[in-house]
């Protein structure tokens, strides 16, 4: 069964560092999304992408945080200057029809 | 911003014990979702509804979609250890490609 998968699963980086995480959404899909969970708290919305450009954002996506599609199958967040209080769990859905499927998360901790 | 009302937070339960949880919305969602999280994994979609009143099992468990549209709830009958984890609801308040807002989670502990 196909499935989004992310890579690393885990990243250690210090803060102002810049990190890119990485997604490879399910092949057919066409809307990806970001979104970040801080440990033992909710799964909160990021970004949504669609046709190469951002199609939605919350306020916790800020001038620090970056989408993109560089090749057909990899979808990417970057941050570039790492905070604190990014340290979360990221994770990367891709969409078929109405249902949103998750990729395995990247656990960000930024010392 | 919308938010999801789930309870309870969390439940501790005998295995064979019958579990529920729901989720509430002060505004109107034309989709929910429910997921199950496992430590340190990504959410894992059990169940989507669409309609008001939609009523879908998937295996042992069973969640409606409310008529008022503003609520939904998640059974699961019967329970097993390999139930434990984080229950979320998820609602969309226009179907389709738009964000998920998530409840809280309801962490679900099974005693054999």
């Known amino acids: 069964e196909p499935e989004v998968t992310q890579t690393p699963s885990h990243q250690v980086t210090q803060m102002g560092q810049e990190v890119i995480l990485r997604c490879v959404p399910i092949?057919?899909?066409?809307?990806f999304y970001w979104y970040r969970q801080i440990l033992g708290q909710k799964v909160e919305f990021l970004v949504s992408f669609y046709n190469n450009e951002i199609s939605e954002k919350s306020e916790i996506f800020d001038d620090q945080f970056s989408v993109e599609r560089p090749d057909g199958s990899n979808f990417t967040l970057k941050i570039r200057s790492t905070k604190l209080e990014d340290s979360a769990m990221y994770f990367c859905a891709s969409i078929s029809y109405y249902e949103q499927y998750f990729g395995p998360g990247t656990r960000l901790t930024v010392t | 911003g919308q938010q999801l009302n789930q309870s309870p937070q969390s439940m501790f339960i005998q295995e064979g014990e019958d579990v529920s949880m729901n989720c509430t919305s002060s505004?109107?969602?034309?989709?929910w979702l429910w997921y199950k999280q496992d430590p340190g994994e990504g959410p894992v979609l059990l169940i989507a509804l669409y309609k008001a009143g939609e009523l879908t099992s998937n295996g042992r468990l069973t969640a409606q979609f409310g008529t008022t549209r503003k609520d939904s709830f998640l059974n699961i009958s019967a329970s097993i250890p390999s139930d434990v984890g984080i229950y979320f609801c998820?609602?969309?308040?226009?179907?389709?490609?738009?964000?998920?807002?998530f409840g809280k989670g309801t962490r679900l502990s099974v005693i054999a």
């Open positions: 092949s057919n899909h066409l809307y």
């Open positions: 998820a609602g969309q308040e226009i179907s389709g490609n738009t964000p998920l807002v």
């Open positions: 505004s109107i969602f034309n989709t």
